[in-house]
């Protein structure tokens, strides 16, 4: 097998007495997608055509299957990879994607993060601890509520406040408008605590709109923006890092819940640029184990050739009370993401849970995780 070859793994369900046929059907599905029969160039059959290197019987009807994949077949373009990885296949529901294993000279040429974990302390003078986050929501307020908001947040002292994913360039909340207020209510702010908080805007649209929307954003001053790669594509997330080296993509996870694993999701993320990327913490919203976020950690922080390590943003549906727990279990290098158990107060109370967030996390640098 070439050394230029992806292994990738499936979980296919099945019998036995199938399986070895189905999974060289996947080989040539994800590879050449016609019979082999119909392959007669010598190097197409020995580079191209997907291998199958393993089965392996998991559990009673279930099987793991690596097969190998040509890199070659990628051509550098992240789209493409997910679509080397689980494209024709993706359509049926017997198979998922659990595992892959990608070639030094690919993961060295995507490049991942260009700022990761420690871009991302940087800017904020979080050198040391965990660093802290929240969201702008819901849905429907105007960029004036939507920055008065912000601006309380901010009074907080949090790291990053963030668009909701939802917030794209609706009628009732302009991008241009909603950045231009929600920047300014964050500089105030900054003016006050002396902490650089960051407001992160959601991108939205094709890439001409998002180049807009970058372009817009940093004449306000800011350089952190969210994105959601399965939606706006994994080949954009890669576009925007590489064209804007200095800017940070926070990754949020919408539409990433099919069969695809979510720490291969995660790593992928990372690898096409993603300095931090959002996932469901358990015991939320969500069913996420505390096996699959340790995992989903892993991806984003292992080292990982010469890839920068992204931050791991666990949210959905944490509350204060959660802060240690969430500390000990993910330790420092990590992005904590609390929103609507801040947003349930107003005004006053607002700031001062916001606060009680940020020394909670600020104790943990000195070793006090249940102060």
Known sequence: MSAQRLIVTYRI??????IDERAKAIAVEQSVEAPLAAVRDPFIRAEIVGEVLRVAERAEGVFDVDIGLSAATIGGDAGQLMNMLFGNTSLHDDVALIDVVLPAAVIEAFGGPSQGLAGLRRRTRAERRALTASALKPQGLTPAALGELAHNLALGGLDFIKDDHGLADQKYSRFEARVMTCADAV?????????????VPSLSGDRTTIERQIAFAKREGLDTFLIAPAVAGVSTLQALRLAHPTLAFIAHPTLTGARIAPDVYARLFRLFGADASIFPNYGGRFGYSESTCLEIAKALRDPWRS???SAPAPAGGMDLARVPEMLRFYGGDVMLL???A???AE???????????????VAHEYGAVDA
């Open 13 to 18: 369900r099945g019998d036995a007495a199938s």
């Open 187 to 199: 500089r105030k702010a900054v003016a006050e605590t002396g902490h650089p908080t960051h407001y």
């Open 307 to 309: 890839l920068a390590a």
């Open 338 to 340: 609390i929103g609507g």
């Open 342 to 344: 801040l947003l349930t």
């Open 347 to 361: 005004k006053t109370e607002l700031v001062r849970r916001t606060r009680q967030f940020v020394q909670a996390v």
